[in-house]
């Protein structure tokens, strides 16, 4: 007996020990230190998170980085799980940034409701794979479910259809990724797929490739158009499907900051002059990722049902608006799509990482159906037959509990609160004489610049080159400014680069506040902006 302690705090490897992690912690004792230190992780890190309002403990990233240069994997066991989880409260928590902060307003990352811990839990202590029904059964079925009441958000067929569909293993009305991004990636790739029919001694693009399908339909390139505020991911994607991330064509926006129209029917004329080209998709986005602009989406499905051109909404952001009867119309249109991409981790609030892309046509994943030979055969129901991921685990059990306890009107409370939020802190910055609003909150997203006092002035009578100097001036300010109240720690928001009018050549510096988190207040973002006028002051002396 005092020799199996012995064993166990002597820290070896070996198999008495290795059975143990896959059973259960050591013993009774042991087992009370680990639920005490879950319990701090589950309830804890949570409580903690709240109480610790910077947003990150101070020290440089040279610092930390020296502490993480050992490349070696140790050969015995160092710590054990309890003193393993300690010191992840301890040591890497402090130092995480603390997202879930407030004062946090810079990205699209915030806090989330702390059942979400819980249910990303369970779904790991469950490990099912819905790759396939033989590792998930239940949850490739609540998939299906899932699936169908978001696509019903969206789409709103009738209940024909959703019967007929909801649970059919030949068809599908969407798919869970790993993000927004490859969300994107699968809408295009099917997009792409659609646009080159057979012909003869061609089957498919997806089984002869970009060459021999340009070469069938007597075309030079294949080309997407989307505005200029696209998201980068849409890039990766002309990357991966060969059409070349330059033939993802950015159009320029309007004075409502969103796709200019009339620029993009004279891109379409243009492309189709000399038939050499295939526009495979043009996008339309709700919410873009640095203005939360929304394009206008039924415009957009008119032109692309014009031309017979695949029609996609990246609603990555935007998508969960849908939710609020208040701000549901800023989103019509949506429906129109072909494919729509929304983003569990952003506006669901849910844990990183899981999106999803859904499809108007039930048969349009046919496009990308692969098999093999030991799992997702033929006529099986496994859903990995039609993904780009491999693995994956059951984000829809996340996804439905969540719709569970908080139904839509939950939802719909926290983007109310968002874009409502919004507006006020908007009304706050163009009340200093300090700010410029740069992009009013469509959603719940805004932009603005400090602009001292003296530059304003000179603003309005400055010549050309005079105005260059002042813009750089600007942009100077407004980066030491974002950097210097990041660096403090106790308030952070985004920056980015934007025309700030839009006779303007200038891409100029802006901080980009994306207002998610419930807990945020007009008092705490009228903080935020007392503590960038004292950081401004003290640039001067
Ligand atoms: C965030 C975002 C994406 C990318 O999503 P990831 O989840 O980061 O991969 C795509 N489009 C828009 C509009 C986004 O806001």
């Not at 903690?48 to 993480?68: D, P, R």
């Not at 699209?108 to 790991?124: C, G, N, Q, R, Y």
């Not at 950015?250 to 900051?257: A, Q």
């Not at 039930?362 to 055969?377: C, E, G």
Request: hydrophobic share 40%; proline share 3%.
């Amino acid at each position: 007996m005092t020799d199996k302690i012995k064993k166990i705090d002597s820290l070896v490897a070996d198999w008495q020990t290795l059975h143990r992690v896959f059973i259960r912690p050591e013993d009774e004792s042991s087992r009370k230190t680990l639920v005490k230190y879950m319990e701090q992780i589950l309830f804890g890190l949570h409580d903690f998170l709240n109480k610790h309002v910077g947003v990150t403990e101070e020290i440089s990233l040279v610092k930390l980085a020296q502490e993480y240069t050992d490349t070696k994997i140790n050969k015995n066991p160092q710590k054990k799980l309890a003193d393993v989880i300690k010191a992840i409260i301890d040591e890497i928590a402090p130092r995480a940034v603390n997202v879930a902060s407030p004062y946090f307003i810079g990205h699209m990352t915030s806090a989330i409701p702390f059942f979400m811990v819980h249910l990303k839990a369970i779904t790991a202590a469950l490990n099912q794979n819905v790759i396939k029904l033989e590792t998930s059964k239940v949850l490739s079925v609540l998939e299906k479910q899932v699936l169908a009441k978001l696509h019903r958000m969206i789409f709103n067929f009738d209940d024909d259809f959703y019967l007929e569909h909801v649970q059919n293993t030949e068809t599908s009305l969407g798919v869970f990724t790993t993000g927004g991004t490859t969300a994107n990636l699968t809408a295009l790739w099917i997009a792409r797929n659609k646009s080159f029919s057979p012909k003869e001694n061609f089957e498919s693009i997806e089984k002869n490739g970009f060459f021999e399908a340009m070469k069938a339909h007597n075309l030079e390139k294949a080309v997407v158009l989307v505005s200029k505020r696209g998201h980068f991911s849409l890039r990766k994607a002309g990357g991966i499907l060969g059409l070349g991330n330059q033939n993802i064509i950015p159009i320029d926006v309007d004075v409502n900051r969103s796709i200019d129209l009339e620029k993009l029917e004279r891109k379409i004329k243009d492309l189709q002059k000399d038939k050499k080209t295939r526009i495979i998709a043009i996008i339309g986005i709700a919410g873009a990722t640095e203005t939360g602009i929304i394009d206008p989406l039924p415009a957009l499905a008119d032109i692309c049902e014009t031309h017979g051109i695949h029609f996609h909404v990246d609603a990555a952001w935007g998508g969960p608006v849908l939710l609020s009867e208040t701000y549901c119309h800023l989103l019509k249109g949506i429906e129109r799509a072909d494919s729509v991409t929304i983003d569990c981790h952003k506006q669901f609030y849910m844990p990183m990482s899981s999106g999803m892309v859904y499809f108007k046509d039930p048969k349009a994943l046919d496009q990308i159906v692969y098999h093999a030979r030991y799992v997702n055969r033929p006529g099986s129901v496994d859903l990995g037959i039609k993904t780009l991921e491999g693995s994956r685990e059951a984000n829809s059990l996340i996804l439905d509990s969540a719709l569970k306890i908080m139904g839509s009107r939950g939802y719909a409370l926290m983007i109310e609160h968002g874009i409502e939020t919004a507006r006020q802190f908007a009304d706050k910055i163009k009340q200093r004489n300090l700010f410029d609003l740069v992009t009013p909150p469509q959603l719940n997203i805004l932009t603005y610049r400090l602009v001292p006092e003296d530059i304003r002035k000179k603003l309005k009578t400055a010549d050309t080159e005079e105005r260059q100097k002042l813009d750089a001036r600007l942009d100077d300010i407004n980066i030491k400014l974002q950097r210097i109240q990041r660096e403090a720690g106790k308030s952070f928001v985004s920056r980015t680069r934007l025309k700030c009018s839009f006779k303007d050549h200038h891409n100029s510096v802006v901080l980009r506040a994306v207002i998610m988190n419930p807990m945020t207040t007009v008092e705490i973002l009228d903080e935020i902006l007392d503590e960038q006028e004292s950081i401004f002051h003290s640039l001067n002396h």
